[in-house]
């Protein structure tokens, strides 16, 4: 067996594990009793482990070097997955086994600390723990950066997001920075000569749940490689082939929800399109955060929050709930999906103020792993961010510094993502209109198959063969830019 | 760190391994898209391999050899702890592993093919492949008993049974063996003479899974530790300290799902009263088939369709589903609950016709291992037993030697378990019946916690402590014999 083939088994097997992972994790989210706790933490971290060792077994790296000698007789597709397997080795191995440890129990604490913390409003009570956590994430990028030649921010922006830099970040950021004010105040101000019609009412969970359901289906969503479910933080996760997905209702709001949902269809359509010859290969896998974000964002906020998309969703509200009435128009749906109003939290954010949200985090994480900001300053900094980028005075932590998981559980780096998606999202829409001209007025017919058939072929059926750079060029015929995104906000909120 | 120690920590790990298999399994049964199965299988085999080559890996042997130093500072649990270790490396090391390999496909291989052979009626379609199943089990049971001492297919029982012997089977189904066709005649006739009035009606699910759950609860089944859900085919499984349980819902017959729940539900209370110092290493699992099946034949065999439980049972079915009429005293529901009905199907027999379903397959598999039977006349065998031991004629292979899953699944050796559980079953619960009087008085209250309180002190709590003769005689103050058993079937079967 050559070097390149026995590098496929090993791979297989840690994908075998990492897919195994997945499910525990829905299951701990969906279905697990509560005593269940202790035990499910041994399981995920022995199962950590045994990824890890397999990983960084010496073995792995002598059989990454020999593959060398198997690369000529290698095709494009075999070549890019070791292309990949030798970036997650060059990884792991980077980050030695007590970093490793230390980092991920400091995150597990802090993010423990920080449940009880947030609606405690205690920042104090949780601060030695964010700084262990940020002592380790430092190290961490440290030693990273000085395998792959990176800087150490740059070296976590690149962790979730293949080829992410400083650089990049800030020329995508920079402009929208600039014209964001602006944008918020007129939106917000066309708006008010058009305001929505509030909807309220009663809408059983089983009568929005059998809505999700279908709406989903159409999507693309593949309900023979995948579920539905309920948890508490809606999320996509699972298995290769396997993608459970999950959503919460509220019995006096159904669009939360059906928004979440298809949200989190679009990152759904994306695991399954991936290509089937290469589960549990690197190469067979999404590439990365913000592509990932693109696809969830395509599909909810351009796609499903459109005008044409209203018109086949309001009779299908107005059937399903029983209800009638000038609030239940096509028009009025699309102004309540594309409604602007600046607020404290980011996951309830619209789409033109959420910019502003993940921009003074940028900044904030940037500072802090620089050593630029001390957590001792922290709060007063996110305040003043939410003030200068939305014009709020944040009344506490917990709708300030306390209010995302991600730096309590260690995923610094990891805010700007959501913005690059949404960027992304913009482009791969606007080529998707181009390549197809009924991709939105198909939407009016609730018809995401041209959508669907566009983001198969560009992005899902491509795995990691290409670089993230490449791959939305080659999808859209342009380097990444903020442009379309732009061009999406003046035309939704400005027109 | 001792290597004692070092071993408590790999075993950990295996156990953590084994634990997610267990939820995987659960998965599949329960939640799994069909699309799933080839992910599934791949982590499920990857799985394994990881936990057979963590158990085989030579550091282990060494250290097993290592801790004899340690043995003189352990206590007795540890020192039990360490037995079972050496037992389970001993077994693991015993089957080469491309006899493990051969072994597991020739058993996935003939079991798939199973599923579509028995509704076809089909015997001699998967008898190829049932021989590759016998051929490689003849193997494992010539290797394990050449490494433990044993004859070939009591290395098979032991596999299930630590102890089990064709010697000890036969010492204790023979006089049953004997007993059995007037007993069996005798029931019937008794029966004859006071028939139960059928039950039936509507029994909408959503009311019998709420009865369920309640008669659960009061088995002692904790929901903070364990689920019900629904499957094909009842299992008790999951991981430990989280036990998943499931049943299947008839809307035509409550009566079989109920007892079904109480089944599960006793193998369930075991699981989740194992003791919690030890979780997660060998002497902390329980101890055996037999001894398992014993925990969820008393709780539904024994207890639940006594005449006192029924008492408590004929309200809560009344007040459940709004029934009322003769059908529906705790007298005629107690009699439904002991119907004796020789039948074809082992998995649908009574208590008195039961041991007949097992005696024959025994007979046949001791003959099929030891190379006395062939395939070819196999299925004549099955039908002579089915003829000699219940007195009915097979109409066809489905009904026959086709009806099990076990032969084709590689489980030779299995079947045994179930009657000596029966047996094991009838000593243990006369036993709480003379330690606390009130134990069956007690269930016309629904109150199962004198039984549960027995058996959590006599048997769940020792966990491997004890070897399973040691245990059932600490338990019951004598050697396991079927002498209580027949008892029992004298008692409620013949008064």
Known sequence: MTAYKQLETRFGRIAAIEDTLGILDW??????????????????????????????????????????????????????????????????????????????????????????????????????????????RRAVAQALGDALGLAPYDALLDAFDLGSTEDEVDRLFAPLQRALPE????????????????????????????????????????????????????????????????????????FSALMGTIHEGGHAVYEQGRPEAWRGQPVGESRGMSVHESQSLSFEMQAARSAEFSRHLAPLVRDAFGVSGPEWTPENLHRIA???????????????????????????????????????????????????????????DRRGCLQDIHWYAGLWGYFPTYLVGAMTAAQLVAAARTADAETWPALERGDFSPLLRFMRHAIHARGCLLDRAELIEAASGERLSGVPHHQHLVARYLG
Chains 1, 2 share one sequence.
Not at 99 to 112: G, I, K
Not at 188 to 202: K, T
Not at 347 to 373: F, N, Q, S, W
């Open 338 to 396: 594309i409604e602007v109003k600046p607020g404290f939290i980011r996951v309830e954010a619209d789409e033109v103020t959420y910019p502003g949200h993940i921009m003074l985090r940028y900044a904030i994480e940037k500072a802090v792993i620089g050593g630029d900001l001390s957590l001792d300053d922290l709060p007063a900094a996110f305040n003043d961010g939410v003030k200068s980028f939305l014009g709020l005075d944040v009344p506490d």
């Open 27 to 136: 299951d701990a989210q969906t279905m697990m009793p509560r005593g269940a706790i202790a035990g499910r933490s041994d399981q995920l971290a022995a199962l950590k482990v045994l990824s890890h060792e397999l990983m960084v077994d010496p073995r792995m790296g002598d059989l990454l070097g020999e593959a060398a000698g198997d690369e000529p007789r290698l095709d494009d597709w075999q070549r890019a997955n070791l292309r990949e397997m030798r970036r997650r080795h060059q990884r792991a191995v980077a980050i030695p086994a007590d970093l490793v440890e230390a980092s991920s129990r400091a995150a597990a604490a802090c993010q423990h600390a920080w449940e009880t913390a947030r609606p405690a409003n205690d920042f104090a009570g949780v601060k030695p723990l964010l700084a262990e956590v940020v002592a380790t």
């Open 183 to 254: 944008l918020v105040g007129t939106a917000v101000e066309n708006q008010a000569n058009r305001p929505a019609l509030p909807i309220s009412g009663h809408f059983p969970i089983a009568v929005q749940e059998a809505l999700g359901r279908k709406v989903l289906a159409s999507v693309g969503f593949d309900f023979e490689h995948g579920r539905l479910d309920v948890s508490a933080h809606p999320f996509s996760g699972g298995a290769s082939g396997d993608v459970r997905i999950t959503t919460r209702y509220r019995e006096d709001d159904f």
